[in-house]
């Protein structure tokens, strides 16, 4: 398939399953809630737990020809399971470095995360979690995802033939692929392909406890890099693959996703006066 063939509008359920790959940290949470409303409950398998992937291998043969959509955390490759039918991936890469800051912040706020412990109790820091190996999760993942390799390469060895699969995937195997900073654009080519009628949306799961930037200190930022490398380098290739697409997709701001990213907009706008007013009165409840 060309990349003038990817950007052409092809209904989703004409070419089998949707796979949406949810790489951790990229805005996945975000974009399932479009699915949630694109696809009817019953029509979509979510893994969300590791337990729930071998849950969709047990389906009988029937319940997995009724799914149009497999959305969650799972590696490229989840698709042998429907072995008779048609499949269509799509996922989301995020620049390394902001990545791992919000995997770091996410799991500060987050109780429940098998990292808590670890690393509140610990009193772990930023750069004390990115230089320990803590969790497969900050060596590069994902390549790992992408690749279809997670799981089978050992932390820190993650090489040129994982990062080159990689990329074969990500342009060949991946029908449309987005990119965290560039959302909105990605949700128009994703829609502009599959026929989907995309309405407002606001932002999911964002980390309140996250700084407004990455981190200044550079060395911290080489480290990050340095431990990620190939991860660097996919997103890399990534971007420079998705301007290709957006400028065959007619430049990079048609119309009907600057009108989306307004809405969106305008619907933060709303949540945060909302906000506001409830902090003023509880002020003035408690002066």
Request: charge should be positive.
């Amino acid at each position: 398939m060309t990349e003038m063939e990817k950007l052409g509008k092809d209904p989703v359920n004409s070419g089998g399953c949707l796979f949406f790959v949810h790489i951790p940290k990229t805005g996945g949470a975000t974009f399932r809630k479009i699915l949630g409303r694109l696809y009817a409950s019953k029509k979509i398998f979510w893994v969300n737990l590791i337990q729930d992937r071998e849950t969709f291998k047990t389906l009988s043969g029937r319940e997995k020809s009724l799914l149009d959509a497999v959305a969650g955390h799972f590696p490229y490759g989840l698709h042998e399971q429907l072995p008779h039918r048609g499949h269509r991936y799509i996922t989301f890469l995020r620049d390394p470095v902001e990545r791992c800051l919000s995997h770091y912040y996410h799991v500060l706020r987050t109780p429940e995360n098998y990292l808590y412990t670890a690393v509140v109790k610990g009193g772990m820091t930023f750069k004390d979690f990115v230089s320990s190996n803590i969790s497969i999760e900050m060596d590069n993942l994902q390549c790992r995802i992408v690749s279809g390799l997670h799981g089978q390469i050992p932390w820190g060895q993650v090489d040129e033939k994982c990062l080159s699969l990689a990329k074969k995937r990500l342009r060949d195997d991946f029908e449309i692929f987005g990119l965290t900073e560039r959302f909105d654009e990605s949700v128009f080519l994703m829609a502009r392909r599959f026929g989907w009628k995309v309405g407002p949306y606001g932002r999911s799961n964002v980390g309140v406890n996250k700084p407004e930037s990455r981190p200044k200190n550079l060395e911290l930022i080489r480290l990050i890099r340095s431990r990620n490398a190939a991860d660097v380098e996919l997103f890399q290739y990534a971007n420079e693959l998705f301007e290709q697409r957006i400028r065959l997709a007619g430049g990079r701001h048609p119309i009907r996703f600057f009108l989306c990213r307004r809405a969106k907009t305008f619907k933060d706008f709303l949540f945060a006066v909302k906000s506001k007013i409830k902090s003023i009165l509880r002020f003035q409840k408690t002066g």
